[in-house]
């Protein structure tokens, strides 16, 4: 029972010391073909004998050259030839002979025949799972996956099951001996795929026979797909539709969602794809402004997820009126938040786009666009644009500079300062006259004083402004003049930007004029 030959035959025991009865050899025949059983140890003399074969001690076949049979026959020299071996063939078979002069039969040959079958019909059953177009069946993740092998073996089967994958030191084994074998793997992982191999040894012939499975296992990504875009050549955007962690790759499509809002109806943008990244040059102009953009994929697992962006287009935003002292710089300052796909925004002046110069310092801080014009003459006075274009379309803000002589302003300054020292001394000598007093607080308007050109009256800053009232709340009486000197008038050299940003009026509109009020403690 140790060779793996489909006929073997085994010497049990030596022939001087076996009894008549007993077993002499083994002989184990395969189902359906043809096996010869052996007479040995015969008389000297062969020319002169007959021989005749007993199964389980009947007899089978007489040596008769003139009646041949299919099933079994004799050969010349004694053994019996089995053709078609069926399981009924299993027993002992006994080889007799009898010299021609009519001596009595003698046993010579005492062969027990072993009929083996299969392994036959190996199927695999693996359950829930989809094949596909090569064979190889899918699960999903986490699944809950039943193998089944079943063969048919006679007498009896050894089954196994065995994952082979290069990654695995121990296959898993379970073996049987029955007529199936099941076993399951609860929440597959990645860690479990491979193939699965069932194989089958007969136990009497140990005839291997094996089937084997590729399994894949299918996982979908967890995330969602990421949208995103990049500038293609003028008259083109790209849009990038990225969904990676998923086996196999997913499938994904581009396609705008069409609001009710929209009156117009382009064509659809669609492009299916294999990859997890799915790139598609769409043309600006079937794209709209406001529109939803939308990129979905799909996993043959059948999960489903998207990412999409509503399309705008730029609006840049900032202070429409500057005023700027001749001489001095002045920044010009613009945002653009709004734009998607993210706009191109750059400042001109007429149609010319402004590069850094010895002129001008143009510079961008995330979504702030600014321009500083250095040392400002009559010349910077007129119309500059931030312009802000993406591939829905372009939108400028027009900024109006004025510039004011350095010389008008010294008068200005001057004839402020005049009157506040005037004013000053009068208020003082009031208090001085009709109470003890010592804290004045006025509130004073001087808009009023240069509003039409543009002249801003403001204190200096926060910090100045606490010292000043310091200096106020403990203003000596009437003679120190020095007071003053605490209070400047000067231009807001740019604008503000945090109203701005937050601001939602149209783009180019003109807001309020700037100045400030100055208002405090004198
Ligand atoms: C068995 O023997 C028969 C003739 O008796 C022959 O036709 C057949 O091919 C043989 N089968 C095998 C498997 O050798
Ligand atoms: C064998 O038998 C034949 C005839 O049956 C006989 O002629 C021959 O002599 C015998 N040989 C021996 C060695 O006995
Ligand atoms: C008898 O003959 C068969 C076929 O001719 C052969 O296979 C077998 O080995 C022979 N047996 C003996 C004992 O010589
Ligand atoms: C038959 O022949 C054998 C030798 O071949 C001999 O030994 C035996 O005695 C004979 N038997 C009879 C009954 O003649
Ligand atoms: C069968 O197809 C799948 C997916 O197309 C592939 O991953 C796998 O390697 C293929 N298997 C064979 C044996 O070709
Ligand atoms: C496994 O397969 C065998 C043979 O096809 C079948 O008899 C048995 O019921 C199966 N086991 C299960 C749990 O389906
Ligand atoms: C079945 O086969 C396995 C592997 O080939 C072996 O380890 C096991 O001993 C066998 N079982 C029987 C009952 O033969
Ligand atoms: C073996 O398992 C690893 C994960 O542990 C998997 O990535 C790999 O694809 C598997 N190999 C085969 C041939 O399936
Ligand atoms: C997009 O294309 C796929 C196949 O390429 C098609 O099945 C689907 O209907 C299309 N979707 C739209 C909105 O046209
Ligand atoms: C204007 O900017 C230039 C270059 O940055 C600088 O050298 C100059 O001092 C600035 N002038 C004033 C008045 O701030
Ligand atoms: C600014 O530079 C661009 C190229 O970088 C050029 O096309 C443009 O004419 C320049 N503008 C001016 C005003 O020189
Ligand atoms: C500013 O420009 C004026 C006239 O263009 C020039 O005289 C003056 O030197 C410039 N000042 C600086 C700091 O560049």
Redesign the pocket.
Same mark, same amino acid.
């Given at each position: 029972m140790t060779t793996g030959a489909i006929i073997l035959y085994l010497l049990l025991l030596s022939h001087q010391t076996v009894s008549e009865e007993q077993v002499q050899r083994y002989v184990i025949g395969e189902k359906g073909e043809n096996t010869t059983l052996q007479c040995l140890d015969q008389p000297v003399n062969v020319s002169s004998v007959r021989y005749r074969w007993k199964k389980d001690g009947a007899v089978v076949r007489t040596q008769n050259p003139s009646n041949p049979s299919e099933h079994h026959s004799i050969l010349n020299n004694g053994s019996l030839r089995i053709s078609g071996l069926l399981y009924i063939d299993e027993a002992l078979y006994t080889c007799e002979c009898q010299t021609n002069n009519g001596s009595s039969w003698k046993t010579h040959s005492n062969i027990q025949l072993k009929i083996a079958g299969g392994p036959t019909s190996i199927s695999l059953d693996i359950r829930p799972a989809t094949r596909l177009n090569n064979g190889t069946l899918f699960v999903d993740i986490s699944s809950d996956v039943f193998f089944n092998c079943s063969s048919e073996s006679y007498p009896s089967q050894n089954l196994t099951w065995t994952v082979e994958n290069l990654t695995r030191d121990n296959p898993d084994r379970a073996s049987g001996n029955q007529s199936h074998l099941e076993f399951s793997i609860s929440k597959i992982q990645l860690k479990d795929q491979g193939t699965y191999t069932c194989t089958s040894q007969n136990t009497l012939s140990m005839t291997t026979v094996n089937k084997s499975q590729e399994l894949l296992v299918y996982y979908a990504p967890e995330r969602h797909p990421e949208c995103s875009w990049e500038a293609g050549n003028e008259s083109h955007v790209l849009f990038i539709c990225t969904w990676n962690g998923s086996y196999p790759v997913p499938t994904m499509s581009w396609h705008e969602v069409y609001k009710k809002s929209v009156i117009a109806k382009g064509p659809t943008i669609n492009s299916t794809s294999q990859t997890e990244r799915l790139e598609i040059q769409v043309n600006r102009h079937i794209l709209h402004d406001k529109e939803e953009v939308k990129c979905t994929g799909h996993h043959v697992t059948g999960v489903e997820k998207s990412c999409s962006f509503n399309l705008e287009i730029p609006y840049p935003l900032g202070d429409p009126l500057v005023t700027a002292l001749e001489g001095? +710089?002045i920044t010009l300052s613009c945002s653009e938040t709004h734009a998607l796909p993210p706009a191109k925004t750059v400042w001109k002046k007429m149609d010319d786009v402004i590069n850094n110069t010895m002129k001008y *310092?143009v510079s961008e801080n995330g979504p702030v666009y600014k321009l500083t014009i *250095? +040392?400002v003459t009559q010349d910077d006075a007129g119309i500059y644009y931030c312009y802000s274009e993406n591939p829905l379309g372009a939108r400028e803000l027009e900024v109006i500079l004025y510039v004011k002589a350095s010389a008008d302003n010294g008068g200005a300054v001057v004839g402020v300062f005049v009157s506040i020292l005037v004013m000053m001394i009068g208020i003082v000598v009031s208090v001085t006259l009709y109470s003890k007093r010592d804290r004045i607080c006025i509130g004073l308007e001087f808009s009023h004083l240069d509003n039409d050109r543009g002249d801003i009256l403001s204190l200096v800053d926060s910090d100045e402004e606490e010292i000043f009232s310091d200096s106020v709340s403990q203003l000596p009486p009437l003679t120190n003049g020095h007071a003053t000197t605490l209070v400047e008038i000067h231009r807001i050299p740019s604008v503000d930007h945090d109203d701005n940003a937050d601001s939602t009026e149209h783009t180019g509109q003109a807001h309020p004029d700037q100045t400030e009020a100055a208002q405090g403690p004198l």
């Open positions: 001095s +710089n *310092i *250095i +040392n």
